[in-house]
């Protein structure tokens, strides 16, 4: 079946740097790569929607500039949390759509997630 | 708020009972999803149901939808100690932006 691949898993870092988080599909063309973010014990909110080569949309009260989003290719999206402070730490999970009839449109493949503390 | 709401938000039972989430939602949609996660993990894709749809199952897994309360429910018969995980209802309208509700959180006691 169709994989996203999220890497790294976990990342430990300190205050002021910056982190970069891969989200790749491994057996499908994602034009669409979907950014979300939780905290624990919560549900899944959306921060942005990454759009193969165009400027990525982001939710309401989601910073762009803190949140760099780039999806240069159709199989890669990744994330950078920018000058990173301790409120970012969370879990930082990607998706994609799947597209196509034969593999769920509108279903949605995640990766494994990001677990981000920052010290 | 992004999120539907869902209930209840915890949910604890024996192995071999039944287990049921509701699900609620604020907006007209294309269709509706429940995902599972598992502690820390990505989330897995359980069952879509679209909006012309009232019930549908899969193996152990029933899901219904009544569009005119903005309601689903996901059942799961027979449970067992693995089933313990998060639910997620997850709806679509239009595009592909899926907008998640707040989950429940299901503990299958063996």
């Known amino acids: 079946g169709a994989v996203v691949s999220q890497h790294p898993s976990r990342v430990i870092c300190k205050s002021g740097t910056s982190v970069k988080i891969e989200c790749r599909s491994l057996?499908?063309?994602?034009?669409?790569m979907f950014w979300y973010r939780q905290f624990p014990k919560q549900s899944l909110m959306l921060m942005a929607t990454?759009?193969?080569?165009?400027?990525?949309?982001?939710e309401q009260g989601v910073e762009k500039d803190k949140f760099l989003i780039n999806h240069a290719s159709l199989t890669l999206s990744t994330l950078t949390v920018t000058s990173a402070h301790p409120e970012d730490s969370s879990f930082y999970i990607c998706s994609a759509d799947g597209q196509r009839p034969w593999i769920g449109k509108n279903i949605q493949y995640f990766g494994a997630g990001t677990r981000l503390s920052v010290l | 708020s992004q999120q539907g709401e869902e209930d209840p938000q915890a949910l604890s039972i024996q192995e071999g009972e039944n287990a049921t989430m509701n699900c609620s939602y604020k907006t007209s949609i294309n269709n509706l999803q429940w995902y599972r996660q598992n502690s820390g993990r990505g989330l897995v894709h359980l069952i879509l149901i679209r909006s012309n749809e009232r019930e549908k199952h899969s193996g152990r897994l029933r899901v219904t939808l009544d569009t005119s309360k903005k309601s689903s429910s996901l059942l799961i018969t027979a449970s067992r100690a693995a089933d313990t995980a998060s639910y997620f209802c997850a709806t679509s309208r239009g595009g592909f932006k899926t907008i998640f509700g707040a989950g429940t959180r299901l503990f299958v006691k063996a």
């Open positions: 990454s759009n193969e080569g165009s400027k990525a949309t982001y």
């Open positions: 057996d499908f063309q994602a034009t669409t």
